[in-house]
């Protein structure tokens, strides 16, 4: 089974500044797939970026990107110059691909509210 | 619009009554899932479908949920006797099967009160 830890319910920033959210998993699966999905205050949840864990290169896109340590199983999200947009439920997200197929679950962690202030 | 949708968006209810949601998925989206998300949780998976195949079932799909996809399209989700443990956000989602990275577009989520 696989399991997905976000160990900060809540974190806070100053609008520009840099903020990390932490995520680990468990799993003995080797070909996953990782992802951060965003979900704002009452409105639907959105893909914030994904990592393929047989890259070692870590994911960016624009302002945010991932710190991925497959040994410790770690997956953490950088947000950079923060914008009061940012502000919103994180989570980290998971699931299992094997001999090409993508099993369909996602496994998500118990999210880290963010909030920026101005 | 053509994001996953969802209807309706808020059902308030009694304990004992049945309550059926329905999910439209993007239209090129041959896979779809629920999820059920508790106030300050994360989402947990129920259910999911590729095509008409109902292809994986969550422990957490009690005998008093169903749910169906029976042309491949849209999707229902149904909950008998509710009670008052059932109360919590009901999210779609959809994806295509051939995409590499599975990506999954959640719709706006249905909010269930029992009463």
């Known amino acids: 089974a696989q399991t997905v830890t976000q160990s900060q319910p809540e974190m806070s920033v100053q609008e520009a500044e840099t903020v990390t959210l932490s995520c680990t998993y468990d799993t003995s699966e080797s070909n996953y797939y990782l992802f951060w999905y965003k979900q704002p205050p009452s409105r639907q949840m959105i893909l914030v970026i994904r990592q393929e864990a047989y890259k070692q290169q870590n994911a960016t896109e624009n302002r945010f990107s991932v710190n991925f340590q497959k040994a410790a199983k770690s997956f953490s999200l950088k947000i950079s110059d923060s914008q009061l947009g940012d502000t919103a439920m994180y989570f980290c997200?998971?699931?299992?691909?094997?001999?090409?197929?993508?099993?369909?679950?996602?496994?998500f962690g118990q999210g880290t509210i963010l909030t920026v202030h101005p | 619009d053509t994001g996953v949708s969802q209807d309706p968006r808020h059902k308030i209810t009694k304990r004992g009554q049945n309550v059926t949601f329905r999910c439209d998925p993007i239209?090129?989206?041959?896979?779809l899932y629920w999820y059920r998300q508790t106030l300050g949780q994360g989402p947990e998976f129920l259910t999911y479908f590729q095509n008409e195949a109902q292809l994986e079932k969550s422990r957490l799909l009690s005998d008093r949920f169903s749910a169906e996809r029976p042309k491949g399209s849209f999707s229902t989700l149904e909950i008998q006797r509710t009670e008052q443990g059932d109360s919590a956000m009901y999210l779609c989602?959809?994806?295509?099967?051939?995409?590499?990275?599975?990506?999954?577009?959640f719709g706006p989520g249905t909010r269930l009160t029992v009463l």
């Open positions: 239209s090129e989206h041959n896979r």
């Open positions: 989602a959809s994806s295509f099967e051939k995409f590499l990275y599975n990506e999954q577009f």
């Open positions: 997200a998971f699931f299992v691909r094997r001999g090409g197929t993508s099993y369909g679950k996602l496994t």
